[in-house]
Antibody
Framework: QLQLQESGPGLVKPSETLSLICTVS??????????WGWIRQPPGKGLEWIGS???????YYNPSLESRVTISVDTSKNQFSLKLNSVTAADTAVYYC?????????????????????WGQGTLVTVSS | ENVLTQSPGTLSLSPGERATLSCRAS???????LAWYQQKPGQAPRLLIY???SRATGIPDRFSGSGSGTDFTLTISRLEPEDFAVYYC?????????FGQGTKVEIK
């Protein structure tokens, strides 16, 4: 079955760039009916949607993070990635990647948004000097 | 953005009891665009319900979702020991997609 796995540094210094990769296995990232998303969860808190990307590179970002976020995709490696620059302690969180199952409007049209399934196991990124 | 408010914050129940969790949106959400997730400590969230009332693959039928407009409900008909966890609702009809703050279902 489809599995996602996050990877990247667990510690990032303030003002630097957080970089994570999500590797998709058990299926192709090149699907026209799915997007691929990043979500984060600060310790002991709730979930925050960061953004998502299609296999062709179309992106949607949370406006609260848009100025600092870049999500990209590498179909040859079946991976997508997250970069968050100018990090502060407030960016300390568990970062999850997930497949976005797009809502189908009908007549061949899909919403760029949808529900998240499955999720990766998550990776804790701490911002500290 | 569409703010989702979940209540109660914590629900203390015994195994076998019925759990009713609420998710209220600040703006109307098409019932097509509401999902529920379960999260256990140290684990990623797991999809339970999408489209407000459709169970995800492999989810037991003791889990059910309902609602429309701004008020949605997740019901667990009879709590099993493995159901004690935190539950989140998510709306995906508007950008940014947003989550509720969660309801913790704990053992009484």
């Amino acid at each position: 079955q489809l599995q996602l796995q996050e990877s990247g540094p667990g510690l990032v210094k303030p003002s630097e760039t957080l970089s994570l990769i999500c590797t998709v296995s058990g299926g192709s990232i090149s699907s026209s009916i799915h997007y691929w998303g990043w979500i984060r969860q600060p310790p002991g808190k709730g979930l925050e949607w960061i953004g998502s990307i299609s296999y062709s590179g179309s992106t949607y970002y949370n406006p609260s993070l848009e100025s600092r976020v870049t999500i990209s995709v590498d179909t040859s490696k079946n991976q997508f990635s997250l970069k968050l620059n100018s990090v502060t302690a407030a960016d300390t969180a568990v970062y999850y990647c997930a497949r976005v199952i797009l809502y189908y409007y009908g007549s061949g049209r899909y919403s760029p948004f949808g529900w998240l399934d499955p999720w990766g196991q998550g990776t804790l990124v701490t911002v500290s000097s | 953005e569409n703010v989702l408010t979940q209540s109660p914050g914590t629900l203390s129940l015994s195994p076998g009891e019925r759990a009713t969790l609420s998710c209220r949106a600040s703006q109307s959400v098409s019932s097509t665009y509401l999902a529920w997730y379960q999260q256990k400590p140290g684990q990623a969230p797991r999809l339970l319900i999408y489209g407000a009332s459709s169970r995800a693959t492999g989810i037991p039928d003791r889990f059910s979702g309902s609602g429309s407009g701004t008020d949605f409900t997740l019901t667990i008909s009879r709590l099993e020991p493995e159901d004690f966890a935190v539950y989140y609702c998510q709306q995906y009809g508007d950008s940014p997609q947003t989550f509720g703050q969660g309801t913790k279902v704990e053992i009484k």
